[in-house]
């Protein structure tokens, strides 16, 4: 990924020395943004197989992270590594981040959305009244609301406050009522929240034979959300014919806080050294474990006839292009990418 050589002789020891600043500000950003690009993968499969489109995918995984980082300038930089692949953000450090490091305009978007305090503050007697407060407040046409509906009875909440007593201002709002349930195990209440949905709303069978919900209502599952449990999920729709188009996700701990250094096996290793004159190759072999074999060599990277990316020694390029590029070289930046590239690079992935 990034090679780190030294320019002064007298100063060998620095290509270590920033070992510790240069692996912290690549290894939490890289996985952060690495797991959002499989959440991606997986979301823009059952979009294809269910729903036929995915002009929508841009907006199908919510960053929720913020309050679960370690501190705010975790949340900025994490928050801004997943924007990479998605536009929908609570993380406000991050659209800021993106903005003053990468140059983005505006790179994330969110919706009016309430939170359980919003709604129990009416009482469990008003929760009707919570619910149309909502909708009188924020929806309207072309405009989306989200609205938490677990705070007492999510059945409840489904069957009869918004399918029964609220149903026709929900249709008439010329919105979108995204319902949030926020407990319970994620694959079964998401499936059955959505088919509860459908015996109250209706429902359309789209050009691929999957049933989805009419625009004024959809859903967001944003507890205990993990790529496999979004894998799981979308495939649990699929066999009870629901198009994903029905559903987007919000990430919190998954996405910011349960991934280490070791997630993706991010280590730096000196490679090799210049004695008397002539290049050394320097590695490591541990016999106890062979997985931490490290790189010997100067080196280079290139990309095979099949399209992946292959370490090679820098003296056996030939007329192979190095993919290596000079970023920083004596305290000047060379190259400054802007968002849009970092995330027309990742889309090309």
Same mark, same amino acid.
């Given at each position: ?69 370690t501190t705010e300038e975790a949340a900025a930089v994490g928050g801004a590594a997943h924007l990479v ?121 789209? $050009?691929? %034979?999957? *049933? ?6 959809? +859903? ?6 993990? @790529?496999?449990? =979004? ?57 106890? $474990?062979? %997985?931490? *074999? ?6 280079? +990277? ?6 992946? @990316?292959?370490? =090679? ?37």
């Open positions: 990924m990034v090679q780190v050589m030294n320019t002064d002789p007298e100063c060998a020891w620095l290509t270590s020395y920033v070992e510790t600043a240069l692996l912290r500000a690549v290894w939490y950003t890289t996985t952060v943004a690495t797991v959002s690009w499989h959440c991606r993968q997986v979301i823009l499969k059952y979009l294809v197989e269910t729903a036929g489109r995915t002009e929508d995918i841009a907006f199908k995984l919510h960053d929720f992270g913020a309050r679960g980082a692949n998605f536009q929908g953000s609570d993380t406000i450090s991050a659209i800021l981040a993106a903005h003053q490091y990468y140059g983005a305009g505006m790179a994330g978007f969110s919706i009016p959305a309430a939170e359980h305090s919003t709604i129990t503050c009416w009482g469990p007697d008003g929760e009707v009244d919570a619910y149309a407060n909502m909708l009188k407040q924020f929806s309207g046409p072309g405009k989306l609301v989200a609205v938490v509906s677990d705070s007492y009875n999510l059945w409840n909440a489904i069957d009869n406050l918004w399918g029964d007593e609220l149903k026709d201002k929900v249709a008439a709002s010329g919105g979108t009522l995204v319902i949030r349930p926020d407990s319970g195990d994620p694959i079964n209440i998401v499936t059955e929240t959505i088919e509860r949905l459908m015996n109250n709303f209706g429902c359309q069978i789209n $050009d691929k %034979g999957y *049933r989805v919900l009419p625009d004024c209502v959809r +859903v967001i599952q944003g507890d205990g959300v993990s @790529l496999p449990i =979004i894998e799981a999920i979308l495939e649990t729709m699929k066999q009870r014919k629901q198009s994903a188009e029905n559903i987007t996700f919000g990430m919190g701990g998954e996405l910011l806080q349960k991934i280490n250094r070791d997630t993706l096996k991010f280590a730096m290793k000196a490679s090799a050294a210049n004695v008397n004159g002539l290049w050394r190759d320097i590695f490591k072999d541990p016999v106890t $474990d062979r %997985g931490k *074999r490290s790189k010997k060599g100067r080196l280079a +990277v290139v990309e095979s006839v099949q399209g992946d @990316l292959k370490t =090679i020694r820098e003296q056996d390029l030939g007329r192979q292009e190095n993919l290596l590029v000079p970023v920083f070289r004596n305290g000047r930046l060379l190259k400054d990418y802007s968002f849009d590239e970092i995330r027309a690079r990742a889309a090309e992935a």
